[in-house]
């Protein structure tokens, strides 16, 4: 019988991969064979040695404290592209709020009292505080051209956009491969001078931390949007913030709100709802599960 400690809950068809009479599943038991979790942050906790392999449910594994889990031997598996869509949807909700003003504007029309001819009145006067602009007028700028990066090309081109893209990693000759959308942008500094508005997929490394900083956002032209649900850290806060005060940029969206950021009225925060769909969690769940009972029964390794 393998034993399973799950440190969030996981998705019932994910837990389904482990069949019973194999798998003992729980969120308290002793001397666990592997661990399946998802934003639950391990680097503190104390890892028991029977784990011999560890399942994140998400793309992410900044959680997890891989230089110790590797000098063990010990596999940490994740989810890569199996809450693709998820994320794509909302950088499109993010882009769109912000273009259109959705926040603030639905703002005003809560706090709108009184009759229904003078919520009427109050609606027609207030509504020129928040006229927006189109998609298809702006440039997208898609730094990580991964499984997340093409998607949200690919959909910011259907709704009309421009897509340029650029990628740390990966040539953005293969990503080309992959989205015939993606204009290539020779650098960072090249896609930055371009693009009204720039949303981040790269995972949080030292190359990668504050990559969106003062310089490249003063390149955007003015009314810029940045959009990042990737993590916190690769955007300077300190310099975004400073460009929404003097008007620089028109908006910020982001999925891991601080309390330097949450209250701007220029912020749009979500609370890391990237990847929080019914579909998003069973695919991360069925992939991670899969992923743990391949290296549990047949010692391979898929995902790590
Ligand atoms: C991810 O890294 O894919 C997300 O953070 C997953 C999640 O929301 O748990």
Redesign the pocket.
């Known amino acids: 019988m393998h034993k399973i400690l799950t440190l969030n809950n996981i998705s019932v068809k994910g837990l389904q991969r482990l069949p019973q009479d194999r798998y003992e599943v729980a969120s308290e038991i002793t001397h666990p064979d592997a661990i399946l979790l998802?934003?639950f942050k391990m680097h503190d906790m104390e890892i028991p040695d029977t784990v011999a392999a560890i399942g994140r449910?998400?793309?992410?594994v900044n959680n997890i404290p891989i230089d110790k889990m590797t000098a063990r031997g010990v596999p940490v598996f994740n989810a890569p592209g199996a809450?693709a869509n998820a994320v794509k949807e909302l950088v499109l909700a993010g882009l769109l709020m912000a273009s259109r003003n959705i926040g603030p504007a639905m703002q005003f029309a809560a706090g709108v009292r009184g009759t229904d001819a003078e919520i009427s009145t109050a609606v027609e006067a207030g509504k020129k505080n928040f006229v927006g602009s189109e998609l298809p007028s702006k440039t997208l700028g898609v730094i990580g051209l991964g499984a997340i990066g093409v998607k949200v090309a690919n959909a910011a081109s259907a709704l009309g956009m421009k897509v340029v893209g650029y990628d740390p990693l990966i040539s953005v000759q293969s990503a080309w491969q992959l989205s015939r959308k993606i204009e290539k942008a020779v650098s960072l500094d090249h896609l930055f001078s371009q693009c009204d508005a720039v949303t981040v997929h790269v995972p949080l490394l030292d190359a990668t931390k504050g990559i969106v900083n003062k310089e490249r956002i003063a390149m955007m032209p003015k009314g810029g949007v940045i959009v990042n649900l990737a993590r916190g850290g690769i955007c300077d806060d300190t310099a975004v913030l400073a460009a929404l005060d003097s008007g620089h940029l028109h908006s910020y969206v982001i999925d891991f709100p601080t309390s330097a950021l949450m209250t701007h009225e220029k912020v749009l925060s979500f609370p890391?709802l990237?990847?929080?769909t019914d579909e998003a969690e069973e695919n991360?769940a069925v992939m991670v599960a899969d992923s743990i009972r391949e290296y549990l029964e047949d010692g391979t390794i898929t995902n790590s």
Do not use: E, I, L, V
């Open positions: 998802r934003s449910a998400g793309a992410g809450n890391h990237g990847a929080s991360c």
